[in-house]
């Protein structure tokens, strides 16, 4: 069974960038698509993103337009999730998803905030 450990959350001012990471425990992003949800306090989970095998990627938050980006590093097994330009808005747990394999991970924490 696949496992998936994002990190690289953290407490970061507005205007600020973090860059998320989700590692698998096997090869699994070249195969399937992964997607990025995040949970701000007191809501429900959202679709942030999604990064097909092919190398594509779809981001449907129009907040997140531009201002996030997906890459993934096939030698690590990891997929990352750049986020600039932050906002208050943006705080919430962030976790990456393989929906091909039923997949979670145990969340990453950012908290934006001056």
């Known amino acids: 069974q696949v496992q998936l450990v994002e990190s690289g959350g953290g407490l970061v001012q507005p205007g600020g960038s973090l860059r998320l990471s989700c590692a698998a425990s096997?090869?699994?992003?070249?195969?399937?698509?992964m997607n990025w949800y995040r949970q701000a306090p007191g809501k429900q989970r959202e679709l942030v993103a999604t990064l097909l095998a092919s190398g594509g990627h779809i981001n449907y938050l129009d907040s997140g337009e531009g201002r996030f980006t997906l890459s993934r590093d096939n030698a690590k097994n990891t997929v990352y999730l750049q986020m600039n330009s932050l906002k208050p808005e943006d705080t919430a747990v962030y976790y990456c998803?393989?929906?091909?394999?039923?997949?979670w991970g145990q969340g990453t924490l950012v908290t934006v905030s001056s």
């Open positions: 998803n393989v929906p091909a394999l039923d997949a």
């Open positions: 096997g090869s699994i992003f070249s195969i399937y698509g």
